[in-house]
């Protein structure tokens, strides 16, 4: 891979970021866009009901399909797929009620 189609690839990652960001802000949660040290796009997703319950979320392609990724490398959904994403995200932010 050339240093163009990873500068390609970063702003493309960074672009689904972006608009999954702004889906789960309107969902109340806390986002920020980012960078890990490496320079891979990242999304600091965080409860604002329970500012501990955090994750950090990817956006890679595998062969010709973009996907949201945990940090703990498995898949979320499909980046065309953002209300599926929204709502696995959201759901692993927000804390159990008790019974």
Same mark, same amino acid.
């Given at each position: 891979?050339? =240093? +163009?189609?990873?500068?390609?690839?970063?702003?493309?990652? $960074? @672009?689904?970021?972006? !608009?999954?960001?702004?889906?789960?802000?309107?969902?109340?949660?806390?986002?920020?866009?980012?960078?890990?040290?490496?320079?891979?796009?990242?999304?600091?997703?965080?409860? =604002? +009901?329970?500012?501990?319950?955090?994750?950090?979320?990817? $956006? @890679?392609?595998?062969? !010709?399909?973009?996907?949201?990724?945990?940090?703990?490398?498995?898949?979320?959904?499909?980046?065309?797929?953002?209300?599926?994403?929204?709502?696995?995200?959201?759901?692993?932010? +927000?804390?159990?009620?008790?019974?």
């Amino acid at each position: 891979m050339t =240093t +163009t189609d990873r500068v390609a690839n970063a702003t493309t990652a $960074a @672009t689904h970021l972006r !608009e999954l960001g702004e889906l789960l802000q309107a969902q109340g949660l806390h986002v920020r866009v980012g960078e890990t040290p490496g320079g891979l796009p990242q999304l600091i997703v965080i409860s =604002t +009901t329970v500012p501990t319950l955090s994750e950090v979320i990817f $956006a @890679t392609q595998r062969e !010709e399909n973009w996907w949201f990724w945990w940090s703990w490398a498995e898949r979320i959904a499909p980046v065309d797929d953002m209300p599926t994403a929204v709502t696995r995200i959201r759901d692993m932010l +927000t804390p159990a009620r008790p019974r």
